[in-house]
């Protein structure tokens, strides 16, 4: 009979096992992900039905056990224990079980069913691996299952073993112990029992070849082709998610600014003595919007990259590749998930990063990694950087993007390796070691899926964070606003537009539609939004359809606007054209002085005392500073700042190309700027949290805006005082960078304690 409460079955697997597949498997599109209170760890549910009985169906987080080190074990045992759930689908790479049969001996304590799903099945074949599968559900006292999960195939055979496994009782414990064992290390013992089980049921064919998995990565680890490899991957990544996700946009923008012409047209034209703050407001935060909403194309192209490489495995290869590496700079083996996470591939966060490294058991490693993963490539100043190389580096956007990614990488290990000889240099080491887990072939449901969810997490952000931070940047540009000796002068020169208007029209016949100055405002408004909706026809029955729409709206207006047999008609339009032009060069120079005098734009003028050796207007400088609450915001900023016309439809790039008058070498410096910053709020907040002081806090947040003020006033003033163009400029630094990261690799982790043993 079924129950009038949804089942709860919770996933528990280590990472790499084919967990996340086997959920989206099950669950299909209907995902629900938020993150576990107080954690920046995702908690994926979904709903189903089997039979006549609801499922919600729980992805815990990927651990190894359930002990409390990290984030990720906490929140997988509390839900265990807490939440008390009627199954618990344990998943295990059956091409390598022994520690996910670990896993499934602490799962086997709780007093909840288990079914064990053995997937990976082809892996294991290929290996040579055959289980006697009646043998271990006997030994463990629980239902067992070996399939694939990858295969749409295999979901009912899965479905019908969660049916059998809802029924069965919770199994007894396989480990029981006494209190005179209970000294010993249970880890141990929990290892022996498993090898004591496998021996007995798991067959392994000494004829088998090796697998595929081993076979590649004889080219992909090899000790001189891993990193080339690795470089070769990361520089195809920004070739196709930027370069050609670039192109795309060519197609979104003119959706994007139809959303945002439809958009103000709801709001309350001028004409009918609407208060005109309303109407900014509404076009500010419209700009803001779209300003980022441009980059999705790119963001789907390069999250569908990051999750082809999750997927198939290589992920993980990286991180080996890079493990050497790291441990030559004062990290371990186990910041490289951290960095990972970080954005040594481009699309990381640094708060889950920053949480990452809490199971990295060696103290100094743990620290250098905490204080240089806000280096590298977050996510959030992604769309920044394509704004920049959009803008001034059109021919070079793949090569750009390549240096910033691997530049703020090196910039993280060399500053890795001067902490841990200096500051973190008493903390103590310890060992790694690390494992690698088979190749799999990522499929197109799983790929799309994982892109869209990173999506969706920065549609939200781009709602709630970066359109706060609209907000308040609104207001404070909003105030105190112009003279009112300057306000007057602005409506004296409105009001002239309008006299030789009414003077272009003496004697026509169009004059007595025309005579007030609302009239003349409906006529502008008619004719401004007629050409924005213009824009997007691509058809000559669109346009006819449109036509006819707008006849029907003001048949006068649209005569003048459309008609060009009408000699009359065309010298209204005409006239017509250039107070449009007036009003907006007025517009723009007033809303120019109105910025440059509130109260952002006088914070950002005083900082061009400094900053102006980088290149750096008061624009960018408020750009800058809004860009703190959230990296987003910067590209939101100047794409309202930017905007040619209140009404306009110009994409940010374009704006900044044609009104920004900054120099490629300025750009250089702004990229530079921007790679090298602190990190967000929130990132600051998880920064205190993991540091436990607010004095390395407050070090965490000033050495990098040092560093990245030096840096990019240093690159500019050469670049200008040598005549360097700006990608030998960047080029330049980047081979500075590199010398210096070669020369500290050949330091040794404990230089100090060396020097002590040669005197």
Not at 118 to 129: F, I, Q, T, W
Not at 138 to 166: F, P, T, W, Y
Not at 263 to 270: A, G, N, R, T, Y
Request: with cysteine; glycine share 6%.
């Amino acid at each position: 009979m079924a129950s009038n409460r949804p089942l709860k079955i919770a996933l528990l697997g280590q990472p790499n096992c084919g967990k996340s597949t086997l959920f989206n498997t099950l669950s299909g599109a209907k995902q629900h992900i938020a993150n576990y209170p107080g954690v920046t760890v995702d908690k994926k549910s979904a709903y189903f039905r089997l039979g006549d009985q609801e499922l919600e169906l729980i992805d815990l987080p990927g651990i190894y056990s359930l002990s409390t080190f990290s984030p990720e074990e906490r929140v997988s045992l509390a839900y265990l224990r807490e939440e008390k759930p009627d199954l618990i689908l344990n998943i295990i790479d059956a091409s390598n079980p022994l520690k996910g049969l670990y896993l499934t001996t602490q799962a086997m304590e709780f007093n909840i069913p288990v079914l064990l799903v053995l997937n990976m099945a082809d892996v294991a074949k290929g290996r040579g691996y055959r289980y006697d599968l009646e043998a271990l559900e006997a030994q463990l006292g629980i239902g067992v299952i070996l399939c694939n999960a990858r295969q749409k195939s295999e979901k009912k055979r899965i479905l019908d073993a969660i049916q059998e496994a809802l029924k069965s009782d919770a199994p007894t414990p396989i480990l029981q112990f006494s209190k005179g064992e209970e000294s010993k290390n249970i880890a141990i013992a929990r290892y022996e029992a498993c090898e004591k089980i496998l021996e007995s049921v798991l067959i392994k064919d000494p004829r088998a070849k090796g697998s595929l998995s081993d076979r590649i990565d004889k080219i992909v680890l090899h000790r001189y082709l891993a990193l080339p490899i690795l470089l070769a991957v990361i520089y195809a990544i920004y070739d196709l998610s930027i370069v050609r996700g670039y192109e795309l946009t060519n197609y979104t923008w003119p959706y994007l600014a139809w959303l945002k012409q439809e958009f103000v047209s709801l709001l309350p034209p001028e004409h009918l003595g609407a208060i005109p703050i309303l109407r900014d407001f509404g076009v500010w935060m419209a700009n803001s919007v779209l300003a980022l909403l441009n980059y999705l194309p790119i963001f789907m192209i390069l999250f569908s990259l990051i999750a082809i490489l999750e997927d198939s495995g290589y992920m993980a290869r990286m991180a080996f590749a890079l493990d050497r590496l790291f441990r030559s700079y004062g990290l371990h083996g186990q910041s490289t998930l951290s960095y990972v996470v970080g954005g040594v591939v481009v699309g990381g966060c640094a708060v889950p990063a920053i949480m990452a490294s809490r199971g990295i058991g060696d103290v100094r490693a743990r620290w250098a990694t905490i204080l240089t993963v806000p280096f590298l490539n977050c996510l959030a100043k992604t769309p920044f950087f394509v704004l920049v190389v959009s803008v001034l580096f059109v021919e070079e956007k793949a090569l750009v993007m390549f240096v910033i990614s691997t530049l703020t990488v090196m910039v993280a290990l060399i500053m890795a390796k001067i902490l841990s000889l200096t500051l973190l240099r008493s903390k103590e080491t310890l060992p790694f070691v690390m494992e690698l887990p088979p190749y799999h072939l990522p499929t197109l449901r799983g790929v799309l899926t994982a892109a869209w969810q990173k999506v969706w997490l920065y549609l939200k952000k781009v709602v709630t964070v970066v359109l706060a931070v609209a907000v308040v940047l609104f207001v404070l540009i909003q105030f105190p606003g112009v003279s009112k000796e300057r306000q007057e002068e602005f409506d004296r020169s409105i009001q002239g537009a309008y006299e030789r208007f009414m003077d272009a029209l003496e004697g026509n016949s169009y004059q007595a539609a025309l005579n007030t100055p609302q009239r003349v405002m409906a006529l502008i408004e008619f004719s401004e939004s007629y050409k924005q909706k213009r824009m997007g026809i691509t058809t000559q029955e669109a346009l006819a359809r449109l036509d006819e729409k707008y006849a029907q709206i003001e048949p006068l207006f649209f005569k003048i606007v459309r008609d060009r047999s009408d000699k009359e008609a065309a010298k209204v339009e005409r006239a017509l054209r250039q107070i449009i032009s007036a009003r907006k060069t007025l517009f723009r120079e007033v809303k120019d002085e109105k910025i440059a005098n509130s109260y952002l734009g006088i914070a950002g003028r005083a900082l061009e005392s400094v900053t102006q050796y980088a290149g750096f207007d008061w624009k960018i400088n408020i750009a800058f500073l809004s860009s703190f609450a959230a990296r987003e915001s910067f590209v939101a900023t100047l794409g309202a700042l930017f905007e040619e016309a209140s009404d306009g439809g110009v994409r940010p790039e374009e704006g900044i190309r044609t009104q920004g008058g900054y120099s490629a070498l300025a750009g250089v410096a702004m990229i530079l700027f921007m790679a090298l910053t602190p990190p967000c709020i929130a990132t600051i907040v998880v920064l205190k949290t993991q540091l436990e002081s607010w004095r390395w806090t407050l070090f965490a947040l000033l050495y990098p805006l040092l560093l990245a003020l030096a840096v990019a006033i240093g690159v500019y003033s050469i670049g200008n005082a040598l005549e360097l163009s700006a990608m030998g400029a960047l080029l330049g630094f980047y081979g500075i960078l590199l010398a210096l990261l070669l020369a500290l690799g050949f330091f040794p982790r404990n230089f100090h304690q060396t020097l002590k043993e040669n005197k």
